[in-house]
T-cell receptor
Framework: EPEVTQTPSHQVTQMGQEVILRCVPI?????FYWYRQILGQKVEFLVS????????KSEIFDDQFSVERPDGSNFTLKIRSTKLEDSAMYFC??????????????FGDGTRLSIL | AQSVTQPDIHITVSEGASLELRCNYS??????LFWYVQSPGQGLQLLLK??????LVQGIKGFEAEFKRSQSSFNLRKPSVHWSDAAEYFC?????????FGKGTKLSVKP
């Protein structure tokens, strides 16, 4: 069964540095998402992306965050200047259709981001 | 505002016993509901989903869930739990294409 893949599995970065988290969505999917899960807390929506632009973003997704689909397969999340509170597990997801459809989101295994 | 509540933070059941994990949602329209499972160090795997139609939905690994509109609930059940079911379980409702998750219920299974 096709999978969403994320790299790296664990990223350690100094505070203030830029970090890029990478995702390869399922190949025929058109809708892409990033979520994050701070340790011990619930999974929170960050951003959704369709047709090369952001569809929706949460209040967590401030100017320090950006997303990009640089080629036909990758979907990236960039954090420009990391803060300690950015430490979390970041999940990428993709789906074949958008909201109110019968196609669910499929998640990757996540990237654990640790900010020192 | 849309929200999902999972009232049980941690549940322990004996292997072979039945299981019910509770989920209540708050949503103005007909909800699209999901259960995901997260094993330690892994991502979120979809167990089952409800979009419309039959209110009892079957999922993978022997799980099922029942949508009860009158109670705003979507409880997850399994008749006989296996040790490999130990994981964290998340209920979610879709809002505008995005998922709103509950805080999760951690399931421990004792021999």
């Amino acid at each position: 069964e096709p999978e969403v893949t994320q790299t790296p599995s664990h990223q350690v970065t100094q505070m203030g540095q830029e970090v890029i988290l990478r995702c390869v969505p399922i190949s025929n999917h058109l809708y892409f998402y990033w979520y994050r899960q701070i340790l011990g807390q619930k999974v929170e929506f960050l951003v959704s992306f369709y047709n090369n632009e952001i569809s929706e973003k949460s209040e967590i997704f401030d100017d320090q965050f950006s997303v990009e689909r640089p080629d036909g397969s990758n979907f990236t999340l960039k954090i420009r200047s990391t803060k300690l509170e950015d430490s979390a597990m970041y999940f990428c997801a993709s789906s074949g259709q958008g909201g109110r459809s019968n196609q669910p989101q499929h998640f990757g295994d996540g990237t654990r981001l640790s900010i020192l | 505002a849309q929200s999902v509540t999972q009232p049980d933070i941690h549940i322990t059941v004996s292997e072979g016993a039945s299981l019910e994990l509770r989920c209540n949602y708050s949503y103005g329209a007909t909800p699209y509901l999901f259960w995901y499972v997260q094993s330690p160090g892994q991502g979120l795997q979809l167990l089952l989903k409800y979009f419309s139609g039959d209110t009892l939905v079957q999922g993978i690994k022997g799980f099922e869930a029942e949508f009860k509109r009158s109670q705003s609930s979507f409880n997850l059940r399994k008749p006989s739990v296996h040790w490999s079911d130990a994981a964290e379980y998340f209920c979610a409702v879709e809002k505008g294409g995005n998922l709103i998750f509950g805080k999760g219920t951690k399931l421990s299974v004792k021999p």
